[in-house]
């Protein structure tokens, strides 16, 4: 039987979003080919460096040894008082500076216009900076100026594109949910607050937006928020062990995609 073209849909998260990479690696190692890949926010960076070739246990290496101050700086700018300026070098490295249209694998990164509020689906120009801009966090990064439009992170509007991959060509779509951290403790800083806003915004549009995706791997991490990039190598593995949960019923769901085709 034929198999059925898989593109994959990595969810937003922030830091827990490093939990994709222990996904994709348990995909691999299974020889499940990812055909098409379609990210929001965190799952723009990880699904867009994989769709670029970057080997996974480098990328686990690489997020192991990383610290915020790496990878972002504080500036005055009236529109966000973070640059990803260093994180965007560092992803036009990784990327080798290629457009969207030249990945190794068919790719789309979600984003969304400040102007006009609605969804952005970044499928040409340069990849980093595409990916920039799918990982924006309105009110803490710099907004991303792009082809007259002003664009925040994806997460706002679809935080989990499992409709993106049929656009790209998938037959099976299979989703990476990474849920929710718990609310606990106090908000000490704007950056917290404007988390947790994001988060309540999230979970609204979650409970009213229908899933489309034929199977989803769930990576639960209540206990880890989305600042906790220090946690990289825990998170990774957590990422690694739902995929490994979840592989019987993937295997079933994709024999039973292949005979309805």
């Keep these: 039987m034929p198999s059925p073209k898989i593109g994959l849909a990595l969810g937003s998260g922030s ?5 994709h990479i222990g996904v994709l690696e348990v995909l691999e190692h299974q020889g499940i080919c ?4 379609a990210g929001t926010s965190i799952g ?4 867009g460096l994989y769709a670029s070739g970057v080997d996974l246990a480098l990328l686990a290496r690489l997020a192991e040894s990383l610290k915020w101050d790496d990878l972002v700086r504080f500036t005055l700018s009236s529109s966000g008082f973070v640059s990803s300026e260093r994180l965007f070098r ?6 080798k500076g290629c457009d969207i ?34 990982m924006s966090i309105p009110g803490v990064f710099i907004p991303v100026e792009w082809e007259g439009r002003l664009l925040i992170d994806g997460a706002v509007k679809n935080r989990v594109p499992d409709t993106i991959p049929r656009q790209l060509g998938a037959d099976f779509v299979l989703a990476v949910d ?17 988390m947790r806003t994001i988060e309540i915004l999230e979970r609204e549009i979650a409970a009213l937006k229908p899933r489309s995706a034929d199977f989803t791997i769930f990576v639960d991490l209540p206990d880890v928020t989305s600042t906790q ?13 739902a995929a490994r949960a979840a592989i019987p019923a993937l295997l079933d769901a994709l024999e039973q995609a292949a005979r309805t085709q």
């Design 34 to 37: 990812i055909q098409s890949v």
């Design 90 to 95: 560092m992803l036009h490295v990784l990327t």
């Design 178 to 194: 990474l849920g929710f951290p718990e609310p606990r403790g106090r908000l000490k800083t704007v950056p917290d607050i404007v």
């Design 44 to 47: 723009a960076i990880v699904g």
């Design 101 to 134: 249209e030249s990945l190794r694998i068919p790719a789309a990164f979600v984003a969304a216009d400040l102007y006009t509020g609605e969804e952005v689906v970044l499928r040409t120009g340069n990849a980093a900076a595409a990916i920039r801009a799918s």
């Design 15 to 19: 830091a827990r979003g490093l939990a």
């Design 229 to 241: 990039l220090n946690r990289a190598a825990e998170i990774i593995e957590r990422g690694r062990l």
